[in-house]
């Protein structure tokens, strides 16, 4: 498994584990720390970020090994070092979807306790705030809250269209979901061409996270006010089914026969392969779409910020990545685990992470010049998407949540069931997760 292809490195791989080998050119000048572990899973960005550690390597000498699972492997892994005596791991690579559960248990240590001196640089975009929770209040909160994580993979979803295509009719990207149909249904001509492919399957968290676009583009949310603790469920509303309507209709009629059966990786292949002219993905996918080793249509994919309903916002789903350091280690890990975390976050380093193929969470990286290059392109569409991308929960009972909603969406979209039933059934069992766990809750009346 070759990651570095950009520099001709690769990392050494063996049960799952990805020893990262830096060359330690500057190890002479630079302070010297112990070698950290690093738990992160397999993703379409962990060949940049791979890059960006041996990069680090390279610099400082400092020794950094990469254990790389499957994304459920991950987060069990990381829910075992944190209970256990000592962790395994220096440096946690939490999702933005389960994140709650690391902060609201109390297993992180917060970063300014390591060094009083650390602040999130400037330009790190922030995401919801989401670094930063308040033990007393349980609530994320950049005002009172200890500064708990750094981010490190943006994972915005973005609209990806055949340019090239657009270009030949004469359209711009669309805007709203009803242009997004039209245009889908005038590229339709299957099996040669789909006009959108979309994510369906049941997993962790997948056809939720694709879904959830749709729900607050039309105005609706899965609770009430979850800023302010009012967990009233209210997926089972008139946006609620709008959305899902919307949702369903486009794989009926510009998609393939099999979309709730197809899976991430599933979108991305439709795409490099010429027979998608739309679909939405989490911005890490950019990377392969024009490599000509995966792709046999380089240089005509483009981006957009995801459409929205008449009247509504673009609410990319935000499903980034955030890096936290164990309580449970001993000091000596934690300082070396916050040094490459305050080397990750400067602007140069940001950089160039994005020139080695990664996403950087950065806006010195997304305004730089390297952002104006034509092969760069997605860039300028982060530029808008970052500051709208919107989290699912805060909560740590979302796998609860997520698979009561992976099963409900998954049937709706195969037929199994109605839109209005999986609604419904779905909204009464939030509703019981919610209120087993103690929060305020109830649900909208059933839709009819």
């Known amino acids: 498994m070759s990651f570095r292809t950009v520099l001709g490195k690769s990392l050494v791989v063996a049960s799952s584990t990805v020893a990262v080998l830096g060359m330690g050119v500057l190890a002479a000048a630079a302070q010297s720390q112990p070698p950290i572990n690093v738990v992160i899973n397999q993703s379409p960005w962990l060949e940049g970020f791979a890059s960006i550690v041996e990069e680090y390597e390279d610099e400082t000498g400092n020794r950094v090994s990469l254990d790389v699972n499957p994304y459920a492997g991950s987060l069990e892994k990381q829910r075992n070092a944190v209970r256990s005596d000592k962790s395994e791991f220096d440096l946690l690579i939490v999702n933005g979807i389960f994140y709650p559960e690391m902060y609201h248990g109390g297993f992180l240590e917060p970063l300014t306790k390591i060094d009083p001196d650390f602040e999130l640089d400037p330009q790190i975009y922030t995401y919801g705030d989401t670094p930063w929770f308040d033990a007393?209040?349980?609530?994320?909160?950049?005002?009172?809250?200890?500064?708990?994580?750094?981010?490190?993979?943006?994972?915005?979803?973005?609209?990806?269209?055949?340019?090239?295509?657009?270009?030949?009719?004469?359209?711009?990207?669309?805007?709203?979901?009803?242009?997004?149909?039209?245009?889908?249904?005038?590229?339709?001509?299957?099996?040669?061409?789909?006009?959108?492919?979309?994510?369906?399957?049941?997993?962790?968290?997948?056809?939720?996270?694709?879904?959830?676009?749709?729900?607050?583009?039309?105005?609706?949310?899965?609770?009430?006010?979850?800023?302010?603790?009012?967990?009233?469920?209210?997926?089972?509303?008139?946006?609620?089914?709008?959305a899902l309507e919307m949702y369903i209709t486009l794989a009926k009629e510009a998609g393939p026969e099999n979309t709730a059966s197809l899976t991430q990786g599933d979108l991305i292949q439709f795409l490099v392969t010429g027979k998608a002219a739309h679909s939405v993905l989490p911005v890490a996918a950019w990377a392969q779409m024009d490599d000509p080793n995966k792709s046999i249509i380089p240089g005509k994919i483009d981006y957009a910020t995801l459409p929205h309903a008449d009247g509504f916002a673009s609410t990319p789903a935000l499903g980034h990545w955030l890096a936290g350091i164990p309580k449970n280690l001993d000091d000596a890990q934690k300082v070396a685990a916050l040094e490459f975390l305050k080397w990750f976050q400067k602007p140069e380093t940001q950089i160039a992470y994005a020139e080695l193929g990664g996403a950087p969470v950065s806006s010195a990286a997304y305004e730089s010049d390297f952002a104006e290059k034509p092969e760069n392109r997605y860039m300028l569409a982060m530029r808008t998407a970052s500051p709208q991308a919107k989290g699912l929960w805060t909560i740590p009972e979302g796998a609860e949540i997520a698979a009561i909603t992976e099963l409900g969406l998954n049937r709706a979209v195969a037929g199994e069931i109605t839109v209005v039933d999986a609604l419904n059934s779905m909204a009464k069992d939030m509703e019981k997760v919610l209120s087993d766990a103690g929060y305020k809750t109830g649900r909208l009346p059933d839709l009819k």
Request: glycine share 8%; net charge negative.
């Open 136 to 242: 007393e209040t349980k609530t994320v909160n950049r005002e009172t809250g200890d500064l708990l994580t750094v981010p490190v993979n943006p994972n915005i979803t973005l609209l990806y269209y055949r340019k090239d295509l657009y270009d030949e009719k004469g359209l711009t990207a669309p805007e709203t979901f009803e242009e997004l149909l039209e245009n889908a249904k005038l590229f339709h001509n299957p099996p040669e061409m789909y006009g959108i492919v979309q994510r369906a399957s049941r997993a962790a968290v997948s056809v939720t996270w694709d879904f959830f676009p749709y729900i607050n583009g039309y105005g609706g949310s899965f609770f009430q006010d979850e800023s302010i603790g009012d967990y009233v469920v209210t997926i089972n509303s008139e946006a609620g089914r709008k």
